[in-house]
């Protein structure tokens, strides 16, 4: 049964476990915040569910990430920056470039910092989120293992790659459109096969052509390269499979020839004698600082009109409301805020196992009880 779990319960525990497995703990409480910070907005893919298959299992078990990140700054050149990872935290690492990103536009009023040998690092939203607390536009991406299939094609090629903006307003969040460039992403799937749900038909085309539903053999097929997921407008050209297919390689391309990093096929995570291997990911941050365009203030409140206007028009039959993005995480948090994130059954057990293997014993959950 699914159990609620208070988020300062979690976030604490998330920053312990990554200590005991060599985090630094400035860094372990970095990426917790991050992990906990999707949970509160409703995020699950990306939240407490990701902390054991995609870091604590890389870690310890395939030993293909870096718990200490070494942080390398290779080129600097004013407004810009290039980062090399070293297969460190991809939260420490998305942190702090966002964080050069956003000083380097208080002084030029734009700033982009790009980095490679980085990975997982977390919801994208995170990074543009901070550049909107600092008063500025924010602007992430990042690629990923093989997961796409371009568009008349079957074998997964890009990456889910998110490209995710950040802006301020006038109102109690910022609009933050934060989306893989695939119809479904890899983490949901994940969710639905804890859940033992289906995956809805048309997300993920196999070789042979056709969709495929059955969540746990996805997940597989995406490893063995016998299953890909459909750009966002789906399969082939009718529906616009092919704008998705664009806006994926738009990531793929500033997250990798900027800095030199791997791309596509090379991001499977598996050597040539099938083992596993770091992913080697690139991402990239751009902070924009508006009021060396015009008054924040101004901008906020003429952002804040816009998407009041968008929610005022006019309603299709049957629709109880139109939302602008970054409102429904928004809605999300005030619904959750005092219950805490929802942990299934699946997610207890991975949890359990975690304290039980690192000794964490003064953790007790809700669902214990």
């Given amino acids: ?18 200590k005991a497995i060599g985090v630094p703990e400035e860094e372990a409480k970095t990426c917790a915040n991050v992990l906990v910070m999707s949970d509160k907005r409703g995020i699950d893919s990306h ?7 995609i870091y604590y299992d890389r870690i310890i078990k395939q030993k293909i990430q870096q718990p200490v990140t070494q942080f390398e700054i290779v080129r600097d050149m ?8 070293h297969h460190g935290m991809g939260m420490v690492i998305g942190k702090r470039c966002m964080e050069m ?28 989120i901070m550049a909107c607390n600092a008063g500025m536009i924010g602007l992430t991406g990042t690629n990923a293992r093989p997961s796409i299939a371009p568009t008349f094609g079957v ?14 307003t006038d109102e109690g969040f910022p609009f933050t459109n934060d ?3 695939s119809i479904i992403q890899r983490g949901k799937i994940e969710q639905y096969e804890r859940e033992g749900k289906d995956c809805p038909p048309g997300l993920v085309i196999g070789r042979d052509g056709k969709t495929k539903t059955d969540s746990a053999q996805i997940l597989k097929e995406l490893v063995s390269g016998e299953a890909a997921l459909t750009p966002i407008g789906g ?34 995570g598996i050597d040539e004698s099938g083992k596993p291997q770091p992913y080697g990911l690139g991402h990239f941050f751009m902070a924009i600082n508006i009021e060396h365009f015009c008054d924040l203030a101004a901008f906020k409140k003429t952002a804040g009109d816009i998407l009041r206007e968008l929610r005022a028009s006019q309603k299709a039959p049957g629709a109880d409301r139109i939302y602008t993005c970054g ?10 805020q005092d219950k805490g994130a929802p942990i299934d059954e699946a997610l207890q057990k991975q949890l359990i196992q975690i304290r039980d293997e690192q000794n964490l014993t003064r953790y007790r959950f809700p669902f214990e009880a």
């Fill in 179 to 181: 989306y893989a460039t």
């Fill in 101 to 128: 990103a956003i000083e380097k536009a208080h002084t030029y009023g734009l700033g982009m910092v790009v980095a490679r040998n980085s990975t997982h690092y977390g919801f994208a939203a995170y990074y543009p």
């Fill in 78 to 85: 004013a407004a810009t920056a290039v980062v090399d990872g």
């Fill in 1 to 18: 049964m699914t159990c609620n779990v208070p988020f300062d319960l979690l976030e604490a525990f998330m920053t312990d476990a990554f």
């Fill in 327 to 336: 409102e429904k995480e928004h809605l999300a948090w005030l619904e959750r």
């Fill in 47 to 53: 939240g407490v569910g990701r902390l054991k298959p």
């Fill in 155 to 168: 074998e997964n090629m890009l990456g889910t790659n998110p490209l995710v903006f950040g802006m301020p």
């Fill in 235 to 268: 399969i082939g050209e009718e529906t616009g499979g092919y704008k998705g297919y664009g806006f994926a390689t738009v990531v793929e391309l500033l997250s990798a020839a900027l800095q030199q990093g791997k791309f596509l096929s090379a991001l499977s």
